[in-house]
């Protein structure tokens, strides 16, 4: 990235003016009053930040409207992605601190904006179990499932093949290693419930370290501490329709 570029994101963000202007224009073109009721600023002050951003071809004037230029657009919406993924970042910001991130995909990174609904259920030294109960609870609900496992957990697989016995459950489809595959078949009960209909077990070809599950409503996600250990103490949950 060139120190031009440097220079005009900071001339963008350290200006509440300017960002503003921006995405007060993202929902269409609007005159200087309808800015004033949007930004309770005066109208020297707002023309100003109009002029400037201007004068960065982000706006342009059309009679007495103003507009995002073509340019302008892209910026908004990216401006947007970046304010809603730190709002997300920082809403949940003890839960990201505390794991490793290094198995989420890059892309799913920069699109973290989409968990900004998303609670942290963390277990307390009262209620040791707060997050496990609270993900018992969420699947038992759901009709279809699909699960990242990413851990050899007797617990975890009973709530989870538990499930086969409910008359309305349609679907598990279960994404786990070879080697997790294999400690499962070594239980018969385990391994029997995984030869249900309703359940589909697929191979991943590497390890990853992020307990997923996708409900009918839902998506719960446990993470690794930095020190490798699996963390069932927090559990994050966003509300996101299954596709």
């Given at each position: 990235?060139k120190?031009?570029?440097?220079?005009?994101?900071?001339?963008?963000?350290?200006?509440?003016?300017?960002?503003?202007?921006?995405?007060?224009?993202?929902?269409?073109?609007?005159?200087?009053?309808?800015?004033?009721?949007?930004?309770p600023?005066?109208?020297?002050?707002?023309?100003?930040?109009?002029?400037e951003l201007?004068?960065?071809h982000?706006?342009?004037?059309?009679?007495?409207?103003?507009?995002?230029?073509?340019?302008?657009?892209?910026?908004?919406?990216?401006?947007?992605?970046?304010?809603?993924?730190?709002?997300?970042i920082?809403?949940?910001?003890?839960?990201?601190?505390?794991h490793?991130?290094?198995d989420?995909?890059?892309?799913?990174?920069?699109?973290?904006?989409?968990?900004?609904?998303?609670?942290?259920?963390?277990?307390?030294?009262?209620?040791?179990t707060?997050?496990?109960?609270?993900?018992m609870?969420?699947?038992?609900?759901?009709t279809?499932?699909?699960?990242?496992?990413?851990?050899?957990s007797?617990?975890?697989?009973?709530?989870?093949?538990?499930?086969?016995?409910?008359?309305?459950?349609?679907?598990?489809?279960?994404?786990?290693t070879?080697?997790?595959?294999?400690?499962?078949?070594?239980n018969?009960?385990?391994?029997k419930?995984l030869?249900?209909?309703?359940?589909?077990?697929?191979?991943?070809?590497?390890?990853?370290?992020?307990?997923?599950?996708?409900?009918?409503?839902?998506?719960?996600?446990?993470?690794?501490?930095?020190?490798?250990?699996?963390?069932?103490?927090?559990?994050?949950?966003?509300?996101?329709?299954m596709e």
């Amino acid at each position: 990235m060139k120190n031009n570029e440097f220079r005009d994101i900071k001339y963008i963000l350290t200006s509440t003016m300017r960002t503003k202007l921006l995405i007060s224009l993202k929902e269409c073109g609007k005159n200087l009053e309808a800015l004033r009721n949007d930004i309770p600023k005066p109208s020297a002050t707002i023309l100003h930040g109009l002029k400037e951003l201007e004068n960065m071809h982000y706006v342009k004037k059309v009679n007495k409207t103003y507009h995002l230029t073509s340019n302008g657009e892209l910026l908004t919406i990216n401006l947007l992605k970046l304010i809603e993924n730190w709002y997300t970042i920082n809403k949940n910001e003890i839960f990201w601190n505390n794991h490793c991130l290094n198995d989420i995909p890059i892309e799913s990174m920069r699109n973290i904006f989409l968990l900004k609904d998303a609670k942290c259920v963390i277990s307390t030294n009262t209620d040791l179990t707060k997050a496990l109960t609270t993900y018992m609870e969420m699947i038992s609900k759901s009709t279809n499932l699909k699960i990242i496992l990413p851990i050899f957990s007797e617990t975890h697989l009973n709530i989870i093949t538990d499930l086969i016995e409910k008359e309305d459950l349609e679907k598990i489809e279960i994404l786990t290693t070879e080697t997790i595959l294999k400690s499962i078949e070594t239980n018969v009960l385990f391994k029997k419930r995984l030869e249900s209909d309703k359940i589909n077990v697929k191979i991943l070809k590497k390890d990853v370290n992020v307990f997923l599950t996708c409900c009918d409503d839902y998506i719960t996600m446990n993470l690794f501490f930095k020190g490798g250990h699996f963390d069932d103490s927090q559990l994050l949950i966003s509300k996101v329709k299954m596709e």
